[in-house]
Each structure stands twice: as structure tokens, then as C-alpha cells.
């Protein structure tokens, strides 16, 4: 009990301070909103008017990966936390009311996802069967920078890429199964960067003459590293997770039978959040440089979550590299991008192949899960469940639909069972 109320109090301060962030221009979770915030804060546009604009681009976001993922992985995300927040933040009138709103918001849906996860036992679904659903993602996400070589580099490289990576696969998988997936994904991302080195090297360096200036003042900066050490505390408790591929990677640790698979999970969550965070900044640098509105998470935060030992190290630690490497990185990949044009590229097709791989192995997995719970009934409603939404096309992210079916499915199993 005192448990769950510190996690609710941690939760309710986390988004108070994101809150706070948004309202006072500082930073905001939603990039679609970075351009336009500073016309509130200059007075040049009213906060009812992109209260509006900032809920209309980010309620499918809350429906599809937050409400309908945090549900079905008993975990929190960043679209259920903060693109509520920035609302708030935009909304509130100042940041007293902004950091209220947010805490109650914060302790409210912890709560909520409690209430939620206690229901689910108390009814008897059984969600041991997830489990299957969490290792197709890991086994497939590792496939993400050996498709990115195919698709941006090349077959050869591709195919050769490919069968150094199946041969570790192979050895690893006989002497440390444990680890497989884990030293598989980090082999091939090892090829991805020497590929990527080699390519700028042998490109022709473009001059720029615009420098990087995030205009984050110390204070500033302060405010969200504080904000990221605190957010890297629950990640690393196992309450939160960053990106779509984690939360599915490393679901609910209750549902996790075997703890090497977590632990594998937790490896290759952390380089994949960076590689995926990484891939995202050329996209967003540039309004960054221009606003001076920055994200409200740092860089390594859940990177460093997944793999601290524990959580007040994952906080000194994310605190830390928030405080005094950030700016130097995203300095950095300025400087590549505007060197080295094709990066941008990359950048897109990288983001693009985990997406797509993830929907893959979130079929395959639901897949699996819903013939273990129905047998061959229960895969035959997946795969109708499946078709039917190509024929309606639900508003939700492709990403969501496989988990959807599957979920459904499991919930009709346990229903037909007490029949």
C-alpha cells in the first residue's frame, strides 16, 4: 500500500513538473506543437486556440498508444503522460495551476491503471499467455538494422549483413541462449554504424554556416533533467516504458515467467530507445533551433532506466547526462546532419522499418497468443478480427490492431470458458 501511494505521489509530481514545463515555454512532448508554441507565449495567439490545436493532434495518440497500449500491457507510456500534459501546461493560466493539474492528472491515472490490473486479476484473465506476444517482438525487433542495411545500403550489403548476423545468431543461441536476441541486435547494430561511418566517409562534406543553440538556460535545463531523472525512477521499477517495440518487449514484469527474458528485454529496450530517440532528432532539431522549445525528456532517459542497477542511480545518472551531455549531443547530430544530408534520410528509414517490423512480430505474436488461449477457434477470430478492420479501418495506429485482436480474442475465450 505505502508502495503503490509513493509510485501515485512520484507519478502526480512527474507530471506537474512536464506541466510546468509546457506552460512556461520551455519544452513540450508533442512535435507537432514545438512550432507553435511560442506564439502563445509571445502573446501572439490565444492558449484557448492551441489548447485546441495541441488536443486535435494528439487525441488519436492518446486513444491508439496510450489509453488502448497501457492497457494492454498494464504499464504507462509517454502519449498517455504527456501529451495530456502539454494540454494542461498550455492551458493552465500559470505554473502553480499547471503543476496542480498535472499532479492530480498524474496520481489519478496511476490509480486508474491499478484499478484496471486489479480487475483483471479479480475477473481471472489469464495474461501468462503474453508472454509469447513479448518474445516475438524481441526476436524480430533484432531484425530492424540488418532490414535498414537492405533497404538504404543496399542487397549485397543487406544479404551479407544478414548471414554474419543469422551465423551469430546460431553460435549464441547454442552457447548463451539467454542472451541471444540481445548480442544478435547488437552485432547487427555494431554492422549498421561501421556501414553509416564508411558511407560518410566517403561523402563530400557540405558547409553550413547556421550553429545549433537550443537557448536552454542552466535553470531551464535544470527543470527537465529533474523531470528525466524522476521519469528514469519509474521506468526503472518497471512502471513506465518509452517506445511502442519496449512496451511490448518488456511487458508487465508479473506477466514475465523467466527473468532472463526480461533482463534480455531490458538490454535491448535500452540501445533500441536510443537508436529510435536518435533516428527522431533530425526530425524535430530543426524547430528546436529555430523556437527554442525543447522535449521535455532527455536523451538517455529510458536507456539508462532499463539497465540502472537501481533507481536512485538511474536518477543521479539521467540527471546528470540530461544536465550536461544533451546539448552537446543533439550539437553533435546537428553538425552530422547538415555535414552529411543523406543522415536525414537514414533517420526516416530507420524509423520506418521498426515500425514495420513491429506490426509484423505484434501479429505473429497475437497470433501465437490467441491460439495457446482459443486453439485453432481462437486463431480463426483473430484472423477475421484482423481482416474485418482492412474492410471498417478502425481510427487506431496499425501498430495497435494486432494487440487489439489479440485481446479481444482472450476476453471471448474467458467469457465462452464461464459459459
Known amino acids: 500500500m505505502y508502495y503503490f501511494a509513493g509510485v501515485s505521489i512520484l507519478m502526480g509530481i512527474i507530471c506537474g513538473l512536464a506541466a510546468i514545463i509546457t506552460n512556461r515555454g520551455i519544452g513540450v512532448f508533442n512535435d507537432g506543437v514545438r512550432p507553435i508554441l511560442p506564439e502563445v507565449i509571445n502573446g501572439r495567439m490565444d492558449k484557448k486556440e492551441l489548447t485546441k490545436i495541441s488536443f486535435d493532434m494528439s487525441k488519436g495518440f492518446i486513444i491508439s498508444l496510450g489509453i488502448i ?29 499547471a503543476f496542480g493539474c498535472g499532479f492530480v492528472f498524474g496520481v489519478s491515472l496511476t490509480i486508474l491503471l491499478y ?50 548476423t543469422l551465423i551469430v545468431k546460431i553460435i549464441t543461441h547454442i552457447y548463451v541462449y539467454e542472451y541471444s536476441n540481445s548480442i544478435t541486435f547488437i552485432f547487427a547494430t555494431i554492422i549498421l554504424v561501421i556501414i553509416t561511418i564508411n558511407m560518410c566517409k566517403s561523402l563530400e562534406k557540405i558547409s553550413y554556416t547556421w550553429s545549433f543553440d537550443s537557448k536552454l538556460s542552466n535553470k531551464k535545463a535544470i527543470l527537465i533533467s529533474i523531470l528525466s531523472g524522476l521519469l528514469a525512477i519509474v521506468v526503472n521499477i518497471g512502471i513506465v516504458r518509452g517506445s511502442e517495440p519496449t512496451l511490448f518487449m518488456m511487458l508487465n514484469n508479473n506477466i514475465m515467467s523467466e527473468a532472463y ?15 529510435r530517440i536518435l533516428a527522431f532528432l533530425p526530425f524535430v532539431i530543426t524547430t528546436i533551433n529555430i523556437t527554442g522549445v525543447n522535449s521535455i525528456i532527455g536523451i538517455f532517459t529510458f536507456t539508462v532506466g532499463y539497465v540502472a542497477p537501481n533507481s536512485i542511480s538511474a536518477f543521479l545518472i539521467v540527471f546528470l547526462l540530461t544536465l550536461f551531455l544533451d546539448k552537446k549531443v543533439l550539437k553533435l547530430i546537428w553538425k552530422l ?70 485481446i479481444i480474442v482472450v476476453i471471448g475465450a474467458k467469457i465462452i470458458s464461464l459459459v
Do not use: C, H
Open 115 to 164: 484499478s484496471f490490473t486489479t480487475l483483471i486479476n479479480f475477473v481471472g484473465i489469464d495474461l501468462s499467455s503474453l508472454e509469447l506476444l513479448s518474445r516475438s517482438v524481441i526476436i524480430l525487433i533484432s531484425l530492424v538494422p540488418i532490414v535498414v542495411i537492405y533497404r538504404f545500403f543496399g542487397k549485397t550489403k543487406g544479404i551479407l549483413s544478414g548471414i554474419a
Open 261 to 275: 527474458i526480461l533482463k534480455e528485454a531490458n538490454i535491448q529496450g535500452a540501445i533500441l530507445d536510443l537508436i
Open 69 to 97: 497500449i497501457s492497457a494492454l500491457t498494464a504499464t504507462l507510456n509517454p502519449w498517455i503522460l504527456f501529451l495530456p500534459t502539454d494540454i494542461i501546461g498550455i492551458y493552465s493560466k500559470n505554473k502553480k495551476n
Open 337 to 406: 546532419i547538415n555535414t552529411y544530408p543523406k543522415l536525414r534520410d537514414l533517420a526516416d528509414v530507420i524509423r520506418t522499418v521498426m515500425m514495420e517490423i513491429l506490426e509484423i512480430s505484434l501479429i505473429i505474436g497475437g497470433a501465437l497468443v490467441t491460439f495457446k488461449t482459443g486453439g485453432v477457434l481462437g486463431i480463426t477470430m483473430f484472423i477475421l478480427l484482423i481482416i474485418l478492420n482492412k474492410k471498417i479501418k478502425l481510427k487506431v495506429m496499425k501498430v495497435v490492431i494486432g494487440p487489439l485482436a489479440m
